[in-house]
């Protein structure tokens, strides 16, 4: 099952204008993947112009001399699958999005680029969601799981993931220590 999100950018006159994305909608995945890879209204942009997408990746457009598709199989590691360009489907333009219309769409989260440069989000699935900041709950995300934030690792992390990289930042502290 997937975890579904809403990307999007806020506007100068305070509206969000976004799109859907299919997969992975969770804080450990596109949230730190938002805010690792689309730091800037230009990348977040190019990201949004895409219309709909499938899955989130670091990389907007696929290497032209390469095979890239929908198909699981031919998709290009790391590149974004959008529904139109990858697929050919119609109507997944971006659009005007309200917090309100937002809570009825079956999406768990919804990301917003603020104007400020700062990605929060929505947890779509309280009753009353309020806007977070993504980089604080993320941190606290990974200090509840006794971890320091990986960098380039992105997705749900189980037990033993998550035993194999305290044990792995606990011998680079050691290692540091004992320069």
């Known amino acids: 099952m997937s975890t ?25 995945y596109n949230g730190a ?12 942009d190019a990201l949004i112009a895409l219309g709909d997408i499938s899955s989130l990746g670091p990389i907007i457009a696929p290497d032209p001399s390469r095979p890239h598709s929908f198909d699981y199989d031919k998709r290009q590691d ?15 333009d971006a659009r005007t999005i309200s917090l309100e219309e937002a809570k009825e769409s079956w999406c768990e989260y919804m990301y917003v680029f603020g104007k ?28 509840q799981m006794g971890i320091a934030r990986p960098n380039g690792i992105y997705g749900y992390f189980p037990p033993e993931q998550v035993a194999a990289i305290k044990k792995e930042q606990a011998q680079m502290s050691k290692s540091q220590s004992e320069m």
């Open 4 to 28: 579904r999100s809403l990307i999007c950018k806020e506007q100068q006159d305070g509206t969000y204008y976004g799109i859907y994305c299919h997969s992975d909608g969770y804080l450990t």
């Open 33 to 44: 993947m938002l805010l690792d890879h689309y730091s800037t209204p230009e990348r977040v």
């Open 78 to 92: 790391g590149v974004v699958v959008a529904y139109g360009r990858d697929r050919g489907e119609k109507d997944i």
């Open 116 to 143: 400020d440069g700062k990605w929060r989000y929505y947890d779509l699935c309280r009753d009353d969601p309020e806007l977070c900041d993504v980089e604080e709950d993320l941190a606290s995300e990974f200090r």
